[in-house]
């Protein structure tokens, strides 16, 4: 048996409509689980679903993860149309770039909402009994470099980052009885619409500092999926609580 395979495994994976997200669920396809596709945007949903692997049954389902009205009853559907799931990638998220002086409360709510509130609703609603396999599983959650260093206009999403890093340790402790693993990745950057028009990544010079910072450049999104690939399988089936930084050695210096 490969250790690393995800033959016949059930994964729901978040934000995979775009980027990382989108990459994970093909990967996470090609390596044999059926793929559950969760985003808010029914067309790039779909140009997601036609590049899974043919061969096993997938899932694809519009919701935006910071509409506690519709959460239940997608999740409800997921279970009637699975059963059972065996792990979670949430790679649903914001950025973006804020000085504190426009930090107010209705951005930090909006950073919260999408990069935390949400995958915490959804990973409860997915772990109640009976819808997680009996056997366990893996829950990954993408937290990032931003939640370990200091940039500027960067507090309110290190804020939402750092929040998941933490909940993460105490969910696995929490969920150990029932053999589900809770860990972190915590990419550096990688090109994606998520920052592709920030400042950093736009002007020439910025973007030189940024690429030199990442002592074997900037990432792909195949880097931070092969590292969920590892999370979500059996080779991993001793580690939880943790997080694992993939970011070409960003965090070293
Ligand atoms: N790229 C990087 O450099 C980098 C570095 C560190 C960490 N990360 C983290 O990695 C994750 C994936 O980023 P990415 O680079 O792949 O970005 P991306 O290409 O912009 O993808 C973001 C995804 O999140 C989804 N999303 C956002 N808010 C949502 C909500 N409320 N409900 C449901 N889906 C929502 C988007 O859905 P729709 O497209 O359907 O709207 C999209 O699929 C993010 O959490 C990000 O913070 C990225």
New binding site residues.
Partial sequence: MNPFSLEDKVIVI??????????TAISCSLQGASVIL?????E??QETYTCLSEGKRHGSY??????DACMSDVVQQINTDFGRIDGIV??????GTLPLKLADTAEMERYF???AI?AVNLTRELCKVGRFSKDGGSVVF?????ALTGDPGKSL?AMS?GALLSGCRALAAEYARRKIRFNC???????????ENLPHIKDPEKRKALEAKHLLG??K?ED?ANACIYLLSDASRWITGQNLIVDGGYTVQ
């Fill in positions: 978040t934000g995979a409509s775009s980027g990382i997200g989108r990459h969760i985003g808010r945007n029914p790039r949903l519009v919701l935006d993860l910071t509409d949430h790679c649903a998220g914001i950025s909402s999408n990069n949400g993408l937290s990032s470099v931003a999403y980052k990745i915590s990419p550096g950057v990688i090109i994606t619409p998520i920052n900037l990432g999104t931070v």
